[in-house]
Structures are given as structure tokens and as C-alpha cells.
């Protein structure tokens, strides 16, 4: 396997893509990759998200790509009685263009990578979700964030657990918060909307809802009923809206489980209440939509 960290920017070791390749020893056809963006909503990157995602992919003969987008702190959050300092100068501009960047550095280098161009996926959790889904939307429908161009599109996105009604976010299950939610929703509040403060009309703008068209890739979601955190209400939308616009769709609402499952099982765990046997399904219900889609692997 190929691991290695690409860096954007040389004074900055907190933003990076980092690659999980397979190497084509005994298979010699390019592979179809997917583009990671794990959660933590804009405030650090969860790493439950991020390799062991990436090595669930890669046992099914995915290439993978995980990318470490700037956040509000530079740091991840150890205490949130003790924070890490803040990037300063972070808004929702600078994800979106290091998404258009591993893009166009895929398209670059998909030969040296045995990357197949036509089937480089984006997969995102929670915050992640958000910004995979802002992107994909941006690059089909009429502009609505400035990006850089970029050469190739996703050819399908995931989601799982995705913010994408900021209007209606808050309005969800919340007998199960943890203690520091209440600051911890106010600091990813901070992130999304900086210093003014929440804006209606901003909201509505950065809500992938709002943006999906016709021409918009094959989506896969999932999230769970009881989600603590981000209202799974958005995800109905989303499918309806997709549905609407005649987008190839697939959605599943567990009956049970919190937020930021992730594989929902033993291997990305730090509690026991994170491994949900129905959850953990969600997998191998998007190896088969994939394979319907001529996405997955072939012999």
C-alpha cells in the first residue's frame, strides 16, 4: 500500500491529503477510488472517520484518499475545559477549494495512482457530509461558492449522518447530549457562521437542500432516528429533493443509535454505545448499490 501525506501548503502540516493505494502487483486495471471527508464538525477532523473508513474501502479493492480539510482550531479537541488555539482566518471557503484541489491533483496524477477517473467517489460524515455534498452540488448546479475549476466530478456521493438543512439543524433528538454539547454546538456555530453570527439567508445558501439538480451524481445516505447531534429530518429532504429532480437515490434511517457511528463497530469504537449491529449494516447496503452502479471493483 501506498500511505503517504500530500501536503497544500509547506508552513501548514495540519492540511493534507493522505493516500491509502493499493498496489496493482497481481491486478493491473485502475481502481475506483473513493474521497474521504470525515467529521468533527468544522472544528477538528474525527479520525474515527478517516483511516479506518479508508481500510474498510480498501478491502474491497477501493483506492482511497482521506482529506485532512483546514478546521476552526488547529488541533484537535483533547478538552473542551482547555481548547487548542484557532485558526484564525478559517471559513467554509477554504474546505471547499482543498476538496477542488484533491480533485484536480487526482485527475494530475491517475495514472501514477491506478486511479479510473470516471469512478473517484466522495464519501463524508456529519460536517464532512456538508462539504461533500456542497461540493458536489456546486460543481453541477449554478455556482453558489466560488471554487477553482475542477476537472473531474464525483461519480457518486455518500453520506453518512450529513448536516445538510442548516435551517432546520437544531430541531432533533436531545435527551441524549453529552455534557459539552452546549459548547461544542456553539463553537461549530462559531466555525460555520464566524463572529456575526447565525444568518437566515446564509443558512439557506450553505444548505445542500437547497441545491440539488437534475444533473446532481448518484447519492447514497444514512443516518439513524434518534441522532443527538444533526436532525436526520435533513436527510428526508435530501432524498426527496433528490427523488424530485430524478437523481438516483438510496437512504436509510435506522430505527436507533446517536451520532458519529461510523462503521458502527468494534474497529472505530471508543464506547460501547457506538457498536450497533443494525447500523453496521449501512456498509455492505452501499457495496451492492455500488455494484448496481458498475462503481465497485471489476474482474
Not at 68 to 87: G, R
Amino acid at each position: 500500500m501506498l500511505n503517504k501525506k500530500i501536503y497544500f501548503r509547506q508552513s501548514d502540516n495540519t492540511v493534507y491529503l493522505e493516500s491509502f493505494l493499493l498496489e496493482n502487483n497481481f491486478f493491473t486495471k485502475k481502481r475506483p477510488t473513493i474521497v474521504i471527508c470525515p467529521g468533527g464538525g468544522y472544528l477538528q477532523i474525527a479520525p474515527r472517520e478517516a483511516e479506518p473508513i479508508s481500510l474498510k474501502f480498501n478491502s474491497y479493492g477501493f483506492n482511497c484518499f482521506v482529506l485532512h480539510y483546514s478546521c476552526f482550531f488547529t488541533s484537535n479537541i483533547k478538552n473542551y475545559h482547555t481548547l487548542p488555539p484557532k485558526n484564525e482566518n478559517f471559513n467554509l471557503q477554504h474546505p471547499l477549494n482543498e476538496l477542488a484541489k484533491t480533485f484536480s491533483l487526482i485527475n494530475k496524477n491517475a495514472d501514477r495512482w491506478n486511479v479510473d477517473i470516471n469512478r473517484v467517489m466522495l464519501c463524508g460524515f456529519s460536517a464532512g457530509g456538508h462539504l461533500a455534498s456542497l461540493f458536489a452540488e456546486n460543481l453541477v448546479a449554478e455556482k453558489f461558492i466560488d471554487l477553482p475549476n475542477c476537472n473531474i466530478k464525483p461519480a457518486a456521493l455518500i453520506l453518512g449522518y450529513p448536516l445538510l438543512d442548516l435551517i432546520n439543524a437544531s430541531d432533533c433528538n436531545r435527551q441524549n447530549l453529552r455534557e459539552y454539547a452546549p459548547i461544542q454546538n456553539h463553537l461549530v456555530n462559531q466555525a460555520i457562521y464566524g463572529n456575526k453570527g447565525y444568518k437566515a439567508e446564509y443558512a439557506k445558501k450553505i444548505s445542500p437542500v437547497n441545491h440539488v439538480a437534475s444533473t446532481m451524481c448518484p447519492t447514497f445516505i444514512w443516518t439513524t432516528a434518534t441522532d443527538e447531534l444533526v436532525n436526520p429530518a435533513g436527510s428526508i429532504e435530501m432524498a426527496l429533493e433528490l427523488k424530485a429532480k430524478k437523481v438516483p437515490f438510496e437512504l436509510h434511517v435506522f430505527s436507533s443509535g446517536g451520532h458519529g457511528l461510523s462503521l458502527a463497530e468494534e474497529v472505530t469504537a471508543t464506547r460501547s454505545n457506538q457498536v450497533n449491529y443494525q447500523v453496521n449494516t449501512w456498509f455492505n447496503s452501499l457495496l451492492l448499490w455500488l455494484k448496481e452502479l458498475k462503481l465497485t471493483i471489476e474482474i
